[in-house]
């Protein structure tokens, strides 16, 4: 299941380098998780500060 950015996001960029496939991208006002590209890694939940990160 891929993960989103809650409304805690931010907009630090930590998840953005923290993902291996680009799927994070910056967004209005917070970053945003293509579910498309999104792998289901988890990379991004462990890098963000915030914890805006759950599974969609």
């Known amino acids: ?10 907009a630090c960029g930590a998840c953005v380098d923290a993902c291996p496939v ?3 991208k910056e967004g209005d006002p917070t970053y945003e998780i293509d579910p498309d590209v999104c792998i ?3 990379s ?3 890098a963000c500060p915030s914890e805006a990160i759950e599974e969609a």
């Open 22 to 24: 680009e799927a994070i």
């Open 1 to 10: 299941m891929p993960y989103k950015i809650t409304d805690a996001c931010v």
């Open 40 to 42: 289901d890694c988890g």
């Open 44 to 46: 991004c939940v462990d």
